[in-house]
């Protein structure tokens, strides 16, 4: 009893400290989603309103109806260029992982800390041979433009390397008895095992690559292959100050599929990372 005492203040200083930065961090989703129901003259008044007084779905409607603007085209694009991506990654990274982790090959470590410095380097140096990359593929302005780039994710490698190295070897040299070679071993004994470390950098790509605007407003030009993040820029820029319930909407449409994702696989990005080493363990 004397125990259940004295710990109770310390969880309930707890409680309320993540309760604060909750309710700090949810603040300004909350008051997109409240103002994207108001009409813009609501929106624009002073002093601003958390409530609207009389909710409207007009700028809902709008994403979907305006000539100009195609929500649904650019949301399908992101949906396809970040799934495809982000199966792209870990179909080279995994590999690549295992090998670093158990195959023994001269220049292994040489090879893999030389990966590790190229972390290091701006994207903003790999930009321009990038994207004379992509004018010499003839892959500008398309998918693959969106999807291939970036496919071999060196933090990918690193993430899963760190997590096959803690993969008991005795349960590969029972592989071996039963006569399973690298791939077989790769395939039957390690990534059964590693579900919840691929499911983390498959759900870390997926975030990162569905926000990125950097490098699909360098790749794309037509309306036909915008992302949702060049749109909603495209968007903003375009109806700044005269229809800001719309751009509100978009915003909060925008933040469903990654909110979704992340409540779904949160136990998993938690595992995983934890499982890796990353944690601070």
């Known amino acids: 009893m004397s125990l ?38 609501e929106v624009n008044r002073w002093p601003p309103k958390i409530i609207p007084t009389e909710p409207t779905i007009e700028s809902y409607r709008a994403l ?6 195609r929500l ?5 694009n992101s949906l396809i260029a970040t799934i495809g991506h982000t199966a792209a990654v870990l179909v080279i990274c995994t590999p690549a992982a295992y090998a670093f982790a158990r195959l023994q090959f001269p220049g292994n470590k040489i090879l893999f800390s030389l990966l590790l410095v190229t972390i290091m380097i701006p994207g903003q140096v790999t930009l321009i041979p990038n994207y ?10 398309s998918y693959n433009a969106l999807i291939f780039p970036g496919a071999a994710n060196v933090f990918g490698v690193f993430l899963l390397r760190q997590f096959f190295m803690q993969v008991p070897r005795e349960l590969e040299e029972a592989a071996v008895l039963d006569g399973c070679g690298y791939l077989g071993r790769f395939w039957h004994v390690i990534l059964p095992l590693s579900t919840n470390a691929v499911t983390a950098l ?14 699909p407003i360098i790749v794309t030009s037509t309306l036909a292959t915008r992302t949702l993040p060049v749109g909603l820029s495209i968007m903003q820029s ?18 469903l599929p990654v909110l979704i994702v992340y409540i779904i696989f949160q136990r998993r990005i938690i595992q995983g990372v934890t499982l890796t080493g990353m944690g601070g363990r």
């Open 202 to 215: 498959g759900i870390f790509v997926f975030l990162g690559h569905f926000n990125d605007l950097f490098w």
């Open 238 to 255: 375009s109806y700044a100050g005269q229809y800001r319930p719309m751009i509100l909407a978009g915003a909060v449409v925008s933040t």
């Open 72 to 76: 649904d085209l650019w949301l399908r």
């Open 4 to 41: 259940g005492k004295i710990s109770l203040p310390n969880y309930l200083g707890t409680y309320i400290f993540l309760i604060a930065i909750g309710i700090l961090v949810l603040f300004p989703l909350s008051i997109a989603v409240s103002q994207s129901f108001m009409t813009n003259q």
């Open 64 to 69: 979907f109806t305006q000539q100009d603007i």
């Open 132 to 141: 004379m990359l992509m004018r010499d593929l003839k892959w500008l302005d």
